[in-house]
Structures are given as structure tokens and as C-alpha cells.
């Protein structure tokens, strides 16, 4: 069985109503957090295991949109699931082709800890918690000979959570903190039962989608030999 692919992008409610308002419908970006745990509890509860991603670097991400995805990553780390934070590209013959990319040499601190974060998890849920005792000794060695050299100091305490350091030695320097918290083998519960629809259709003010089903069927006429008979629908 393939687990589902899931696109959470952003934990800002703020960033997610400029980009994606309408990946939510029927409900609002400030109901996107509620959206995504209530999600992941019935996914889990129903053995689904979905590899989701989020996007570091979208065009105007502040330190406080960060915080927000940090702190809907916090909510999730008792989630069973795999959790890839990607990099923002533009595409060509998008609305946003002319924004620039996220790049590793200019990730903030808030940045790194989202980053390596999500990266615990996934070796928590695919390893156990044990896995991370054969980085304990690595990491450190990574850090001084190699990776504060490409990536400065801001990795520091990340790549130590990801590595097993406890975060009570750690707190000053990390924006969560997991001290006291052992990740639940059981399944997660949302902090809300129901979550009611923030939009009453696609054409309300402040969505303004297309609604496909007011759509005229469109077809594209078929080659038959020489012939081209349009198509028609029934």
C-alpha cells in the first residue's frame, strides 16, 4: 500500500492565505493548522502514514512565519508520518516565476531548527527513538570541521537536537522545546473534535475560485484517418 503525498507547506496563516487560500476550501487559513492535525489523527487512526512536505523560503517569510510552522510542527510530533521541508523555486509561467528562491546559505536559525526538527522525526518514526545514539558522536565533527563553515553557527543547535542532545541544555538557543515530552506510540489526538466550513461557496468574497461545476464541457476534437470529427459529450 503507497501512503498519500501531502503538501502542508506552511504552518503561517498569514502566508497561506496569500499563496494557497484556496487549498483549504471550504475552510479558511486561519483554520489550516485545525485542518492538517484533525487530518493527520484520522489518517493515523486508519493505518495511513502520509509523506508530507513543507516549503522553507517562500517569498516574505519572516522569523513569525516560521514560528508558525514551528509551532504546527510542535503539534504534530506525536504524528506517524515523514516530514520533508523543501526549498521555495520559482517556476517559469507562474504568477511567482520572478520571485527568488530559498537558498541554504541564507536560512535563518528559525530556519535550520525547522528544518533538522523535521528531520528527527523522520528518524524517530522510521528508526526509533534509539537511532539517533550513532549520530551522537558524528555531529559534533560535522559541525566544527565542516558544516559551520558552509553554513555558519545558525546550524549549531539544530543539528544537536537532530543528534539526541537533549533540549534542556538547549533551550536558550532553540525557539521549542521538547523537555519532558516522550513521543506517544499511540495515535495522536487533534485538539479539535469538528472543524466548520469558514466559506459557503468558492465565488465568496476572499476566494473567488472557479466553480468547475458551472463549467461547459470543452473537448478536443479527435483524428479519425484524415478526418477531424469534433468531439461531443452526452
Known amino acids: 500500500m503507497t501512503d498519500p503525498i501531502i503538501g502542508l507547506e506552511t504552518g503561517s496563516a498569514r502566508l497561506f492565505d496569500i499563496f494557497m487560500k ?20 484520522i489518517l493515523n487512526k486508519h493505518n495511513w502514514f502520509p509523506f508530507c512536505t513543507f516549503i522553507i523560503g517562500l517569498p516574505g517569510e519572516t522569523d ?25 523555486v520559482p517556476l517559469e509561467d507562474t504568477r511567482m516565476e520572478q520571485k527568488d528562491g530559498a537558498k541554504l546559505i541564507e536560512m535563518t536559525d528559525l530556519q535550520w531548527e525547522f528544518f533538522y526538527t523535521c528531520w528527527k522525526y523522520n528518524l524517530h518514526f522510521w528508526k ?17 570541521m565542516l558544516g559551520r563553515k558552509l553554513f555558519g553557527d545558525g546550524i549549531k543547535y539544530p543539528l544537536y537536537r537532530f543528534a539526541g542532545v537533549p533540549d534542556r541544555f538547549m533551550r536558550k538557543h532553540l525557539y521549542l522545546d521538547f523537555t519532558g515530552h516522550k513521543r506517544s506510540s499511540g495515535v495522536m489526538q487533534a485538539p ?10 468558492v465565488r465568496e468574497k476572499g476566494l473567488n475560485l472557479i466553480d468547475a461545476s458551472q ?20
Open 22 to 41: 484556496g487549498k483549504a476550501y471550504p475552510y479558511k487559513a486561519h483554520q489550516w493548522r485545525d485542518v492538517v492535525l484533525k487530518g493527520m489523527e
Open 64 to 88: 513569525a512565519d516560521t514560528k508558525d510552522s514551528l509551532n504546527l510542527l510542535y503539534d504534530l510530533r506525536d504524528a506517524k508520518g515523514t516530514f520533508v521541508p523543501t526549498f521555495f
Open 128 to 144: 526509533g527513538t534509539k537511532s539517533t545514539m550513532k549520530f551522537s558522536l558524528g555531529v559534533p565533527f560535522y559541525y566544527y
Open 192 to 201: 479539535v473534535d469538528e472543524i466548520l466550513p469558514g466559506f459557503k461557496n
Open 215 to 234: 463549467l461547459h464541457h470543452i473537448a478536443a476534437p479527435v483524428n479519425v484517418g484524415t478526418e477531424v470529427v469534433p468531439a461531443t459529450s452526452n
